[in-house]
């Protein structure tokens, strides 16, 4: 429970730190493989879950009915779908560190690339866009993501990196590491929680002063194409984006400067923890009884 709340936090505060791509271009962690190396596909995708709803519903953030997209091209492609890549990779590999840390890589970044493909479905056919701009969207949005895709590895292989350092035998996938090297226990679960929580605390509360303020790749690829030519490229994106349908976030667009990465990086850590263990609990036992001798 406290690694899957750990996962949440970690991701919640690195996706508030945008990153610049290209000219006028950012790009910000998505978390799906990261999540799916460390945890697996389930728990991955619960990590992914709990991060849009601390998001949608304290920030206003992803918007509460865009939630099933984003859940599906965030957790599902990314943690479902990546944790099959992943093992995939690793079992052409041969096992150990530095293949397990390639196989992350690749994993991460096309995972990125390929949500960003169907996120594109998503906005032409049945979208703001219409289908009849698929054939101009999508080269775009691939593009870009696919550079997007280079930093989310970029960020996604020292983490792991870090864990299998710290702790291997935590790690969802530790099979796939040579024998001797899933086996090991260096530090413990606590220190470990403790000095993640920090980092994420760091990434969280300085967001101001960390973040690149350029478009992120969604918002840059609609402005390159559907909104080119509009007069007004920042009104039409608004346009595109429409009006919220939740509009009670205690903290929209996260105000408040860093007590939004204080307060999402607690609640995401609490939220991550409280669900996995709602669900053990819920869940029936499939030990046999044990027979009592006299």
Do not use: K
Request: hydrophobic share 55%; proline share 6%; aromatic share 6%.
């Amino acid at each position: 429970m406290p690694l899957v709340g750990l996962t949440a936090a970690f991701v919640f505060a690195v996706q508030m730190v945008n990153f610049p791509v290209a000219p006028g271009v950012s790009g910000h962690l998505l978390g799906g493989a990261l999540a799916a190396v460390l945890l697996g596909p389930w728990l991955g995708l619960l990590v992914l879950t709990t991060v849009l709803l601390v998001q949608g519903v304290f920030f206003g953030d992803g918007g509460i009915t865009a939630l099933g997209a984003n859940v599906t091209l965030m957790g599902l492609v990314g943690a479902v779908v990546g944790a099959g890549v992943f093992r995939l990779l690793t079992a052409l590999l041969p096992r150990g560190r530095r293949a397990f840390l390639v196989a992350t890589g690749v994993t991460a970044w096309l995972t990125v690339t390929v949500a960003s493909a169907l996120a594109t479905a998503y906005l032409t056919y049945g979208g703001f866009a219409g289908a009849e701009a698929a054939g101009t969207l999508l080269p775009v949005m691939v593009g870009i993501h696919a550079l997007i895709g280079i930093g989310e590895a970029a960020i996604t292989v020292p983490v792991v990196a870090a864990v299998l350092t710290a702790r291997p035998d935590l790690c969802a996938h530790a099979d796939r590491l040579a024998p001797r090297a899933g086996r090991g226990r260096g530090v413990r679960l606590r220190r470990l929680v403790v000095a993640g929580l920090a980092a994420a605390l760091v990434a969280g509360m300085g967001r101001s002063a960390l973040a690149s303020t350029q478009p992120d790749g969604l918002e840059a690829s609609v402005l390159r194409t559907t909104c080119a030519d509009a007069p007004d490229p920042a009104a039409c994106l608004a346009q595109a984006s429409g009006d919220p349908v939740y509009d009670a976030a205690p903290l929209p667009d996260y105000a408040g400067g860093w007590r939004s990465g204080l307060v999402g990086v607690a609640a995401a850590f609490a939220v991550g923890a409280g669900l996995l263990a709602v669900a053990r609990r819920r869940r029936p036992s499939s030990r046999p009884a044990e027979s009592r001798t006299t």
